[in-house]
């Protein structure tokens, strides 16, 4: 509406008309409020996305943390076990070695306890 039609308009008209641009400007800052809690809602949602992604990341670094420990656990594990199969052959090896000595020690020991008694037969 120009200048000229809003000066040639009523008392009334005028009146009537202001009561609908009120009317209009609260639907207005109603639709306006909507929108702004919309807009925080999704602020508010893109700011969790964020915080979730990065609690993601967080917690695949401590999966890889843990995983890098427990692989080294069991690298120390076999590492263990092959110095204990190590030891235990070595000390299988000594043993044989040590039982082989005793048996011929044992051996010995009996051929002269048996030349010792055919000796003492033989005197008598």
Known sequence: MTDYEL??????E???LLIKQTQRTEVLEAQLAEAKRQMENRRIVNQNAGSIAEAALQINGVFEAAQAAAQQYLDNIQACSARCDK????????????????????????????????EWKNLD
């Open 87 to 118: 030891m235990l052959a070595d000390t299988k090896k000594r043993c044989d070695a040590m039982e082989k000595k005793a048996e011929e020690r044992v051996a010995a020991f009996k051929a002269d306890v048996e030349k010792l008694q055919t």
């Open 14 to 16: 005028l009146l009537e």
């Open 7 to 12: 000066k040639k308009l009523s008392r009334k």
